[in-house]
């Protein structure tokens, strides 16, 4: 297939873009295989615009004369583009014909599922070469670079052919005495091959965070010997553990007729199973949808905007994942307990927990580079189906298919954290608005295809370039780095009250005069603090966060002043 094919007209003149809070401009518009570019030739500024079509949600059309009156040399038509990081652009383009072709063209190219013919294998940024090395982290590192994992726990290649979990990469942390035989016998025993792993080993105490897909019990309550053993190699006998199923007991037991199911106490006796309901799918996508409804309503109405947001349920479902993450972390912190986290298939829900666990009890995975590592460990290398999920934002008109938003979930929490903690997070905000648009329209291939079986397919590794290690070299790198960030080695521990928990403006009015307002507030804080540095030197690690406590007063008040405004 070429794009040729799919582009109906290419370039249209005397084009009027308009874009949130900006004036009208006209200019040249052009339709690419990949992009869609505006030049506003007048004031001899090129570059006004330029979308990745695979951005784009939903389009919708506006054409003088459609209903088959004859056209007039004054016929036009207007394109109201929804991107999915909830961008809304007008275009007012001359000429009945030509709308339609572009409208036409744009739905077309947009929603290309072929993974090859996706931009990310044709783009070249100059900082990178196809010849530097792929990814940030992989389990070899992370074995190696863990030396308390040694005694009880080993490396498998048992997935290497990705036979035994397509979902998994091919190189796993297993308990040392369990051999690859059992392995094999413990995967089918688990939905889609996705046997207990580890993700976390506590630094403190050596307890550990695994995640698994549930277990295939059906309703006959099926048994498997080696899924067992695996599990109690991770624990002594005179150990307890924890399961913690992200689906409510009624949820599982439902499961468990339709041939899944949950570790029974009979079977698992050391292990202890606790059930914390969080949605998923369908109805995590809807939520998301009301959101994005409500927080695009114009009525300037407080009541309604209050009821909107509250029917949307999303900050409901921040709350769920916090809670959870939580349980998970005292588990391992304060109990001194390993936790098996589970739902379903595991990769949704799960990855969740576990991400949200680490950034709570890890002080690594709070810097810049630990906290892309463990995405990139977390739900790149471990099977979040990224293509599936990411497929659709909240403005598709398409059926709801197997989209979900769960890595922006994931993203609303690490910034619920970020704001509560804004010492103990090295990154910015700015990074995480970054990667909620790069999750679903993006220039690299690191969320390309639903897990590394794929990625492996269709060369994705030798032939796209890496997002995370764009992100640690690019000359914007400061932007993404908090300027108040002061290492801790203690827990963070976040609250989940209904007060602690806000909206995540930042993203979800980010086309708003709010955003404006914000932007101006970061430029000031960066200020403030590279006054304050000049004055009093750099920063000393050792100290407690209350070094930064006037500069963070400062930037509360400031923060504060121009939200009102």
């Given at each position: 297939?070429?794009?040729?094919?799919?582009?109906?007209?290419?370039?249209?003149?005397?084009?009027?873009?308009?874009?949130?809070?900006?004036?009208?401009?006209?200019?040249?518009?052009?339709?690419?295989?990949?992009?869609?570019?505006?030049?506003?030739?007048?004031?001899?500024?090129?570059?006004?615009?330029?979308?990745?079509?695979?951005?784009?949600?939903?389009?919708?059309?506006?054409?003088e004369?459609?209903?088959?009156?004859?056209?007039?040399?004054?016929?036009?038509?207007?394109?109201?583009i929804?991107?999915?990081?909830?961008?809304?652009?007008?275009?007012?383009?001359?000429?009945?014909?030509?709308?339609l072709?572009?409208?036409?063209?744009?739905?077309?190219?947009?929603?290309?599922?072929?993974?090859?013919?996706?931009?990310?294998?044709?783009?070249?940024?100059?900082?990178?070469?196809?010849?530097?090395?792929?990814?940030?982290?992989?389990?070899?590192?992370?074995?190696?670079q863990?030396?308390?994992?040694?005694?009880?726990?080993r490396?498998?290649?048992?997935?290497?052919?990705?036979?035994?979990?397509?979902?998994?990469?091919?190189?796993?942390?297993?308990?040392?005495?369990?051999?690859?035989d059992?392995?094999?016998?413990?995967?089918?025993?688990?939905q889609?091959?996705?046997f207990?792993?580890?993700?976390?080993?506590?630094h403190?105490?050596?307890?550990?965070?695994?995640?698994?897909?549930?277990?295939?019990?059906?309703?006959?309550?099926?048994?498997?010997?080696?899924?067992?053993?695996?599990?109690?190699?991770?624990?002594?006998?005179?150990?307890?553990?924890?399961?913690?199923?992200?689906?409510?007991?009624?949820?599982?037991?439902?499961?468990?007729?339709?041939?899944?199911?949950f570790?029974?106490?009979?079977?698992y006796?050391?292990?202890?199973?606790?059930?914390?309901?969080?949605?998923?799918?369908?109805?995590?996508?809807?939520?998301?949808?009301?959101?994005?409804?409500?927080?695009?309503?114009?009525?300037?109405?407080?009541?309604?905007?209050?009821?909107?947001?509250?029917?949307?349920k999303?900050?409901?479902?921040?709350?769920?994942?916090?809670s959870?993450?939580?349980?998970?972390?005292?588990?391992?912190?304060?109990?001194?307990?390993?936790?098996?986290?589970?739902?379903?298939?595991?990769?949704?829900?799960?990855?969740?927990?576990?991400?949200?666990?680490?950034?709570?009890?890890?002080?690594?995975?709070?810097?810049?580079?630990?906290?892309?590592?463990?995405?990139?460990?977390?739900w790149?290398q471990?099977?979040?189906?990224?293509?599936?999920?990411?497929?659709?934002?909240?403005?598709?008109?398409?059926?709801?298919?197997?989209?979900?938003?769960?890595?922006?979930?994931?993203?609303?929490?690490?910034?619920?954290?970020?704001?509560?903690?804004?010492?103990?997070?090295?990154?910015?905000?700015?990074?995480?608005?970054?990667?909620?648009?790069?999750?679903?329209?993006?220039?690299y291939?690191?969320?390309?295809?639903?897990?590394?079986?794929?990625?492996?397919?269709?060369?994705?590794?030798?032939?796209?370039?890496?997002?995370?290690?764009?992100?640690?070299?690019?000359?914007?790198?400061?932007?993404?780095?908090?300027?108040?960030?002061?290492?801790?080695?203690?827990?963070?521990?976040?609250?989940?009250?209904?007060?602690?928990?806000?909206?995540?403006?930042?993203?979800?009015?980010?086309?708003?005069?709010?955003?404006?307002?914000?932007?101006?507030?970061?430029e000031?804080?960066?200020?403030?603090?590279?006054?304050?540095?000049?004055?009093?030197?750099?920063?000393?690690?050792?100290?407690?966060?209350?070094?930064?406590?006037?500069?963070?007063?400062?930037?509360?008040?400031?923060?504060?002043?121009?939200t009102?405004?």
């Amino acid at each position: 297939m070429e794009f040729s094919e799919l582009i109906k007209t290419a370039n249209v003149e005397d084009v009027l873009l308009k874009l949130p809070f900006q004036p009208a401009v006209s200019g040249t518009l052009c339709l690419t295989g990949h992009h869609l570019l505006f030049s506003d030739r007048a004031e001899q500024r090129s570059g006004q615009l330029l979308l990745l079509l695979r951005n784009i949600d939903a389009v919708e059309k506006s054409v003088e004369n459609l209903l088959g009156y004859p056209q007039t040399t004054g016929s036009s038509g207007t394109i109201i583009i929804k991107c999915k990081d909830l961008r809304i652009l007008q275009l007012d383009i001359p000429g009945m014909e030509e709308c339609l072709n572009i409208a036409s063209s744009i739905e077309a190219l947009s929603s290309l599922e072929s993974v090859a013919v996706m931009y990310p294998f044709f783009h070249r940024p100059r900082e990178l070469s196809l010849k530097d090395p792929r990814g940030l982290s992989s389990p070899e590192q992370d074995y190696t670079q863990t030396e308390r994992l040694w005694d009880r726990w080993r490396l498998s290649k048992v997935n290497s052919d990705f036979s035994v979990c397509p979902s998994y990469p091919d190189t796993l942390i297993v308990p040392s005495s369990i051999d690859d035989d059992t392995l094999i016998k413990a995967a089918r025993f688990r939905q889609g091959g996705r046997f207990p792993v580890l993700c976390y080993c506590h630094h403190r105490n050596s307890m550990v965070i695994m995640r698994s897909s549930q277990p295939l019990t059906g309703a006959n309550r099926k048994r498997c010997r080696e899924d067992e053993l695996l599990l109690q190699a991770v624990i002594d006998e005179s150990e307890m553990g924890y399961v913690v199923d992200t689906r409510s007991a009624q949820q599982a037991q439902q499961a468990r007729m339709m041939g899944g199911g949950f570790e029974s106490k009979s079977c698992y006796q050391n292990w202890k199973r606790l059930h914390r309901h969080m949605e998923r799918g369908k109805v995590l996508q809807e939520s998301l949808i009301k959101l994005v409804e409500a927080c695009g309503d114009l009525s300037h109405n407080m009541d309604r905007w209050l009821s909107k947001l509250e029917n949307s349920k999303w900050l409901t479902h921040v709350h769920s994942a916090l809670s959870t993450a939580g349980l998970v972390a005292e588990c391992v912190e304060r109990d001194s307990h390993s936790v098996l986290v589970h739902g379903s298939e595991g990769t949704d829900t799960t990855l969740l927990v576990t991400t949200v666990a680490q950034l709570i009890l890890d002080p690594a995975s709070r810097t810049f580079r630990g906290f892309l590592e463990l995405l990139e460990k977390e739900w790149v290398q471990a099977g979040h189906p990224f293509q599936l999920r990411c497929a659709r934002s909240a403005y598709s008109h398409a059926r709801l298919r197997q989209e979900c938003p769960s890595f922006l979930l994931l993203l609303d929490c690490v910034w619920q954290l970020w704001r509560q903690f804004p010492l103990a997070l090295e990154f910015s905000e700015a990074l995480l608005l970054r990667l909620a648009q790069e999750a679903y329209a993006s220039d690299y291939g690191t969320f390309l295809c639903n897990n590394e079986q794929e990625r492996g397919s269709f060369g994705v590794r030798e032939n796209t370039h890496c997002l995370f290690q764009f992100l640690l070299n690019c000359a914007e790198r400061e932007q993404y780095i908090n300027p108040l960030y002061e290492p801790t080695d203690l827990a963070i521990w976040p609250s989940v009250q209904p007060q602690s928990l806000q909206l995540w403006t930042g993203l979800f009015l980010r086309w708003t005069e709010h955003a404006e307002n914000m932007n101006e507030a970061r430029e000031e804080i960066w200020t403030i603090v590279k006054e304050h540095t000049e004055r009093t030197g750099p920063v000393e690690t050792t100290h407690t966060p209350l070094k930064h406590c006037d500069t963070f007063s400062a930037m509360e008040n400031l923060t504060d002043e121009l939200t009102i405004l």
